[in-house]
């Protein structure tokens, strides 16, 4: 059974239009992540939850936002997609930081921008 | 930029060869590393982990070797088959706090059956 549940598997937007990608999570964990995986690239984090504790990375673009209802649920809010946008984008969930626990990753949101 | 690269971007091996793919890291402090295997249109899959304190870890037909002298990383795959064709990623918490799991380039491994 899936732990890490994505959703859409597929998001096409039209340029400019906001949309929000969704990730729940069974397991219950206290951290929750997005990462953003171009083509033949590397996940690249955007940000993180640790419980209701919000840290963004310094270089992710103001055009990304989340937020995390509850321990269950995290929303990727992308407000003016442009085409750059385009990816994979990962949720992932661990009990703990990284250099305690393992990360779980869900199938990702393949997001288009037309 | 990021503290974890791969030495090689793809690797190609026979069905039932050994493979090894390779990863250096330029952080001496990182104390924790992980391998993740990636197949098409899908999330990262956890394989194996390492702490510091280690020099080697084995798992079924993987084995983790550290090398912290040259800050070197490599996973190691016993009798390749067809479906450990995927992209393989080493990261680790980059000696920080172990906030956050910082991934190299990748290896694309494909299985010639």
């Known amino acids: 059974d899936a732990m890490v549940i994505q959703n859409p598997r597929y998001q096409v937007t039209q340029f400019g239009k906001p949309v929000t990608l969704s990730c729940s999570q069974t397991?219950?964990?206290?951290?929750m992540y997005w990462y953003q995986q171009k083509s033949s690239q590397a996940p690249k984090l955007l940000f993180h939850y640790y419980d209701k504790d919000f840290n963004n990375e310094a270089d992710t673009p103001d055009n990304f936002q989340s937020r995390r209802p509850n321990t269950s649920f995290c929303f990727l809010d992308i407000r003016s997609p442009g085409l750059g946008d385009a990816a994979m984008y990962l949720c992932?969930?661990?009990?703990?930081?990284?250099?305690?626990?393992?990360?779980?990753f869900g199938s990702g949101t393949q997001l288009s921008v037309l | 930029g990021e503290s974890v690269g791969l030495h090689l971007p793809t690797l190609s091996v026979q069905e039932g060869d050994n493979s090894i793919i390779n990863c250096a890291y330029s952080?001496?402090?990182?104390?924790?590393f992980i391998w993740y295997k990636q197949e098409s249109g899908k999330g990262p899959q956890f394989i194996i982990d390492i702490r510091s304190n280690m020099d080697k870890r084995q798992g079924q037909r993987v084995t983790v070797l550290l090398n912290k002298t040259v800050k070197h990383l490599s996973l190691q795959i016993a009798a390749t088959q067809p479906g450990d064709s995927a992209v393989y990623f080493c990261?680790?918490?980059?000696?920080?706090?172990?906030?956050?799991?910082?991934f190299g380039q990748g290896t694309e491994l494909s299985v010639k059956p």
């Open positions: 397991l219950n964990h206290n951290v």
């Open positions: 990261a680790d918490t980059g000696g920080g706090q172990g906030e956050k799991l910082i």
């Open positions: 992932a969930t661990s009990r703990d930081l990284p250099g305690i626990e393992k990360l779980f």
């Open positions: 952080n001496s402090a990182s104390d924790y």
